[in-house]
């Protein structure tokens, strides 16, 4: 068939995209398997990010180490490492900041082994041996949300409802603080916690850090059960469907204080029912929170691909005073 190279893409056959999404989606043994190795040569990754970092070296270096492990087990990164003082920043590729006390480092990043299975973990931890109270507060809420969301995870849930669930715990945390206010159903509703967690709770994973992302973020995460939302933060979820077993997706809740987007928000009065602004305002310098791991949904419920990779403060304190 004579067809020109630039209508290729909207000449594609969707019964055959459909037909491929759904035979991808469920991860064989063998897949699964692969999977969990990425997962364990990224464990050794966020180790190591988290044994080497201290006040006074590049982030740079510590993005050379990572990526030296990657390559190191015959693989790759699976996708441009995120190893940053500004976690606030989404999808901050700049290595070019010295590490100071006080700070946050997020790091998200994983390796693909060489049949190009990947791994994609998020981890925050200070560059002070310990984390401060405010640190502390801030990664206790996106902890206990990313826990309670994979704790949620087993087969027909709509991954949507997981990602409302994680922005309704983020609502009552931040409530906590005196940061968010107001009636957490009506503040989710009205996409307000999406100041502070402005992305999805995560996507599927496979061969694809985005599995299957070419073929259509749409037709891979939203298929034709459910119409993606145009609202801020909903709009940014890559995947909202029915879980079945054999899907592998990420959970990775986030918060984080962006001073542009406070600004910009509190200049419109936007949600000002639901924010506190004042109180985001001394938040600005704080950067962001991320947790993010890998997970199998099982024929009655989930589980968590590798080794465990320390989490808790207890854990992450730990590792950071080695
Ligand atoms: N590192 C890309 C992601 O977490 O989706
Ligand atoms: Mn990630
Ligand atoms: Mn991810």
Known sequence: MDIPINIV?????EALIKAVISLVSIKSPEEVAEME????????????????ARPGILEAELAGIVEGIA???????????????????????????????????????????????????????????SFNTRQKEIYKIV???????????????????????????????LKALGIMKGDTEEAVQAGAHALFFPHGLGH???????DMEGL????????????????????????ARTLMPGFVLTVEPGIYFIPELIGQWQEERKHW????????Q?????????????VLITETGHQILGQPIPKTIQEVEAVRQG
């Open 273 to 280: 029912e639901f924010i506190n602004y004042e109180k985001a």
């Open 71 to 129: 390559l190191a087990a015959d693989g790759q990164l699976s996708y441009p490492a995120i190893l940053t003082v500004n976690g606030q920043t989404l999808h901050n590729h700049y290595h070019g900041n010295t590490l100071k006390e006080g700070q946050l480092v997020l790091g998200d990043f994983g390796a693909e082994t060489p049949t190009h299975y990947a791994g994609d973990i998020t981890r925050t931890f200070p560059v002070s041996k």
């Open 143 to 173: 902890l206990d949300t990313e826990v309670a969301c994979i704790e949620a995870l087993k087969p027909g849930i709509p991954y949507r409802d997981v990602h409302l669930y994680a922005a309704r715990m983020i609502t009552e945390g």
């Open 282 to 294: 001394q938040y600005r310098d704080f950067s962001g929170v991320r947790i993010e791991d890998n």
């Open 216 to 239: 259509g973020e749409d037709h891979v995460g939203y298929g034709d059960e459910m119409e993606r939302s145009s609202q801020f933060g909903l709009k940014s979820l890559r995947l």
């Open 204 to 210: 599927m994973i496979g061969m694809d850090v985005h």
């Open 37 to 52: 190795k990425a997962v364990n040569i990224t464990r050794a990754m966020h180790l190591a990010a988290m044994r080497r």
């Open 9 to 13: 893409k909207s000449r594609a056959s």
